[in-house]
């Protein structure tokens, strides 16, 4: 593949093809978790080794992997990659794990992880392929801990409350109250807020895609006009 360079697949991954903002994929857990900037730090970091793994491990295996039988097997290695994190995370981070609940095992039917397998992981290299995993992890937390703060912030008025369930108790001296004696906003923490939330984060997105390309426009047409004037 002739855009497969590490520039590009870290743009890809934070920007130009993010699974939460562009693709549009893993919507559920997203949307159910990110109440809290914790919460969605939380499963965006199994989702993220969830990705790096999987997609290594299809690498690594896909040149013994019958074309008749691969989704089967990238389902298999998500399940067992998964259920390894969710053991970890039930064994060290048992509170959060608790929180999160269902959206921990969940994981293996995301559409993003399954997609990166099929896309990328079994067509490239294993170098090239664990980084897509992390890129592409990295930029689904990043509008994960995003959308926490934002409803964390007008449902709560705090930013990284209960940051000792995953960090420790140390974590607690993380919390800060934006808003002292504030009753917090329902609204906010509940499934319509989250959506809001999310189409504010994609309209922004976009415009700056918008202005981004008006601005090479302009300035390739400068360009071309020198060019012209100098001739």
Request: aromatic share 6%.
């Amino acid at each position: 593949m002739s855009d497969v360079t590490i520039k590009n697949i870290i743009k890809q991954g934070l920007w130009s093809k993010n699974q939460a903002l562009v693709a549009l994929l893993g919507l559920c857990p997203l949307l159910a978790v990110s109440s809290t900037a914790i919460n969605g730090l939380g499963l965006g970091v199994a989702t993220l080794a969830t990705l790096i793994l999987t997609n290594t491990v299809v690498a690594v295996i896909r040149n013994w992997i019958r074309t008749e039988i691969r989704i089967p097997m990238f389902v298999i290695i998500i399940a067992c990659v998964v259920t390894a994190i969710e053991l970890l995370m039930s064994a060290h981070f048992h509170d959060l794990y608790l929180i999160l609940g269902i959206f921990v095992p969940l994981i293996v039917t995301n559409c993003a992880i399954i997609g990166r397998a099929e896309a990328f992981a079994s067509k490239n290299k294993v170098m090239h392929s664990a980084l897509d995993g992390l890129m592409m992890g990295l930029g689904f937390t990043l509008v994960l801990v995003t959308l926490g703060i934002v409803r964390e912030i007008i449902g709560y008025g705090t930013i990284f409350g209960n940051a000792n369930l995953m960090l420790g108790e140390w974590a607690s001296v993380l919390t800060v109250t934006i808003f002292q004696n504030y009753d917090g906003l329902l609204f906010a923490i509940l499934p319509p807020g989250a959506f809001m939330g999310l189409a504010v984060l994609i309209a922004l997105k976009n415009k700056i895609d918008r202005t981004q390309e008006e601005r090479k426009k302009v300035s390739d047409g400068i360009g071309v006009s020198f060019e012209i004037n100098k001739a």
